[in-house]
C-alpha cells in the first residue's frame, strides 16, 4: 500500500512534465492536422528561459532593494520566473508557425514533419552554440521540505508541481472552452474551411495555438529544473518523443487525452521502473503503450476516421 | 450603383483557363443564380470572390470597396457570407455554438471575461445568443439549438449551415447548391426558406443550382456559365428559351 501510494505521488510529478507537453502536440494537431516535431525543444527553450529568468531575478533579489523573507522571495522568483518565461516562450512557438509552417501550408505533410525536425535541430546546436556545452543547473527556488504520511513521503516541491500544472491544464480548458479564440480553435478542428467565413483570422488563431502550448512547454520546462534541475541542450529530444506519443496515446487532438494520457505514460513509466529493473523502463513501457495502440489505434479520445489532409 | 461588382475577371489554374472575362453586377436586394454544366467554373467563381482564390486578372468590388486579394476573412466581415455545396459543419459542435461562432468578430470580452465571467461578458453572451436563437427561429431549426449537428437530419444540418452564414449579417449571400440532395419536400421547404430569409433580412443572394425548378423560381436574373464563359444572361423566361443556353445546358430534357 505504501509502495503503491509512494510511486502513484511520483507518477503524478513524473506525469505531469508529459501531459504539459502532450498539449502542445495535441491542440497543433488539433487545429492545423500537423505535428510539430520541433516541441520537445520548444520545451527545452522554455526550460533555458526558466534558467535565465530566475537566475536574472535571484540577482537582482541580491541586490535587496525589497526586503522579504527568503522563503517568500524565493516563492515570488518562481511565479514571476513561470509568468516571464510562459510568456517569452510563447513567441518562440509563434516564431516556428510563422517562420517554418506558414509557409508550407499547401506543401505535403512530409515537409512540414521535415522542418520541424530541422528546426528542432537548430534550436539544440544553436543553444549549444551560444551557450556552450556545459550543462547548467536550476537555480534552487524552493527549499526541500518532505512531509509524511502514514509512511508515505511527500516534498513539497511535487505538491507543487502537481498543483501548478493541474492549474494550467484547468486555464487551458477555460481558454478553449469559454473565449472567442477557443471557440475558433475548436471549430477549426473540425472543419477548417468555413471558419474564415466567420470572420475569424486563422493565421492569427495558428499563431496562438502553437503560443499556447510553447507557453504549457515552457512551464513544464522550469517545474522540470525544480524536481530535476540539470538542464542540457538535447533535454527535449526524448521527453518531446515520449510527450508525443502521449499525444497520440490520448487521441490525435483532444486536449483532454493528451493530459490523462500524460499522466498515465507517466504512470507507467514510474511503475515499470518501480518493479522491473530502472534499464529496462522504456523498453517495457512502451510496449505495454504499444499493446494499447494496438487495441485503439486511435488512442483513447480520437476519433476511428481516416484523417483527412486540409489546410 | 450595385452591390457587387466584378469587372472582367480571368483565373487560370497552371495552364487551364477556368475563368474567363466574367463580369457580375448584383444590386441590393436581388436574387441571381449561376447555372452551367459540371466543371464550367461556377463553384470557382465563388471561390475568386470569397477570396479562397485571388483571380489573375479582374477586379472585384463590395459597395464602394475593392475586395481583390483580400483574405477570406477580411471579405467575410465586409458583408459577405457563403454556404457550400457539400456541408461543412463542425462535427460534435451543437447547432448553438454552430451560430454563435459566427458571432466571433462582434466578441470584445477577452480573457478577463472568459476566466472570471464579468457583467460584460454575462451581457454579450446574452445579446448573442439571443440573436442566435432568432436566425435558428427564421430559418425553423431553434428547438434543435443544443443538438450536435451529426444527429440531425440533412435538410436540419443544411438549415444550420445557412442560420450560420446569416450570422456573420451578410448584405450578399452566396449559397452554393442550396438544395443539393435533398429530396422534394426537403426542397420545397428550403426554397420557402430562402424566400422568407430573403424578405426579412432585405440581403442579395447569389445562388448555384443545378435544379432549373429552384433557380427559374427564385432568381430575377440567371446567368449561364460554359467553359468558364458567361454565353447568356437574363431573367428566367429569356434564358428558358435562348437556344445557346438549351444547347449547351439544359438539352432537350427540359420543357421550353
Request: charge should be neutral.
Amino acid at each position: 500500500m505504501t509502495f503503491l501510494l509512494q510511486n502513484l505521488i511520483n507518477a503524478l510529478q513524473w506525469g505531469s512534465f508529459y501531459a504539459l507537453i502532450a498539449l502542445g502536440y495535441s491542440m497543433v494537431y488539433g487545429v492545423l492536422m500537423l505535428f510539430n516535431f520541433a516541441h520537445g525543444d520548444v520545451f527545452m527553450v522554455g526550460a533555458y528561459i526558466g534558467f535565465f529568468v530566475s537566475s536574472g531575478l535571484l540577482a537582482v533579489a541580491a541586490l535587496g532593494f525589497v526586503a522579504l523573507p527568503t522563503g517568500v522571495m524565493l516563492a515570488l522568483i518562481l511565479v514571476l520566473t513561470l509568468i516571464i518565461a510562459m510568456f517569452l516562450n510563447t513567441f518562440v512557438g509563434m516564431a516556428v508557425e510563422r517562420i517554418g509552417y506558414r509557409p508550407l501550408r499547401a506543401a505535403p505533410r512530409a515537409s512540414a514533419a521535415i522542418t520541424g525536425l530541422m528546426i528542432g535541430i537548430i534550436l539544440e546546436t544553436g543553444n549549444l552554440a551560444l551557450f556552450g556545452a556545459q550543462r547548467r543547473s536550476f537555480p534552487t527556488l524552493i527549499e526541500t521540505a518532505t512531509f509524511q504520511f502514514a509512511g508515505v513521503s511527500v516534498t513539497n516541491k511535487k505538491i507543487m508541481i502537481v498543483l501548478v500544472s493541474l492549474l494550467l491544464m484547468l486555464a487551458l480548458h477555460i481558454f478553449v472552452r469559454r473565449t472567442k479564440w477557443g471557440m475558433a480553435m475548436r471549430a477549426m478542428a473540425f472543419d477548417y474551411v468555413v471558419v474564415p467565413l466567420m470572420g475569424v483570422p486563422i493565421n492569427l488563431i495558428a499563431l496562438l495555438t502553437f503560443g499556447l502550448g510553447s507557453a504549457l512547454a515552457a512551464a513544464a520546462g522550469i517545474l522540470y529544473g525544480v524536481a530535476y534541475p540539470v538542464l542540457d541542450p538535447y533535454m527535449g529530444i526524448l521527453f518531446g518523443w515520449k510527450a508525443f506519443v502521449a499525444a497520440i496515446l490520448g487521441g490525435r487532438g483532444s486536449v483532454l487525452g493528451a493530459g490523462l494520457a500524460g499522466f498515465l505514460l507517466g504512470f507507467i513509466e514510474i511503475f515499470v521502473a518501480a518493479i522491473f529493473p530502472s534499464t529496462m523502463r522504456d523498453l517495457i513501457a512502451f510496449s505495454i503503450i504499444l499493446l494499447i495502440l494496438t487495441v485503439r489505434p486511435h488512442g483513447f479520445f480520437g476519433e476511428p476516421y481516416s484523417a483527412r489532409l486540409r489546410l | 450603383m450595385p452591390l457587387l461588382r466584378v469587372d472582367s475577371m480571368t483565373h487560370y489554374f497552371g495552364g487551364l483557363r477556368a475563368v474567363h472575362n466574367y463580369d457580375l453586377a448584383i444590386e441590393p436586394g436581388q436574387i441571381r443564380g449561376l447555372i452551367g454544366p459540371n466543371g464550367a467554373g461556377k463553384t470557382t467563381i465563388f471561390n475568386l470572390i470569397t477570396g479562397r482564390y485571388t483571380p489573375t486578372e479582374g477586379k472585384i468590388v463590395l459597395e464602394d470597396r475593392e475586395i481583390t486579394g483580400l483574405q477570406p476573412h477580411q471579405i467575410a466581415s465586409l458583408g459577405l457570407g457563403r454556404t457550400f455545396q457539400n456541408l461543412r459543419l463542425w462535427r460534435h459542435m451543437n447547432v448553438l455554438d454552430h451560430v454563435k461562432m459566427a458571432h466571433y468578430s462582434k466578441i470584445t470580452y477577452g480573457l478577463m471575461g472568459a476566466f472570471f465571467g464579468t457583467p460584460k461578458r454575462t451581457r454579450e453572451e446574452a445579446e448573442i445568443e439571443d440573436e442566435s436563437y432568432s436566425l435558428l427561429e427564421l430559418v425553423g431549426v431553434s428547438h434543435l439549438a443544443d443538438q450536435i449537428v451529426t444527429n440531425l437530419p440533412y435538410g436540419a444540418q443544411r438549415r444550420v449551415e445557412l442560420a450560420r452564414a446569416l450570422a456573420t449579417q451578410p448584405k450578399i449571400l452566396f449559397l452554393d447548391e442550396p438544395t443539393a440532395g435533398m429530396n422534394p419536400e426537403e426542397l420545397a421547404q428550403m426554397m420557402e426558406i430562402i424566400r422568407h430569409v430573403h424578405a426579412e433580412l432585405e440581403l442579395a443572394i447569389f445562388l448555384i443550382e443545378h435544379r432549373m425548378k429552384v433557380v427559374m423560381d427564385l432568381c430575377q436574373v440567371i446567368q449561364t456559365l460554359v467553359f468558364g464563359e458567361v454565353i447568356a444572361e437574363g431573367n428566367p423566361d429569356e434564358i428558358r428559351n435562348n437556344p445557346m443556353v438549351i444547347d449547351a445546358y439544359l438539352g432537350k430534357e427540359v420543357e421550353v
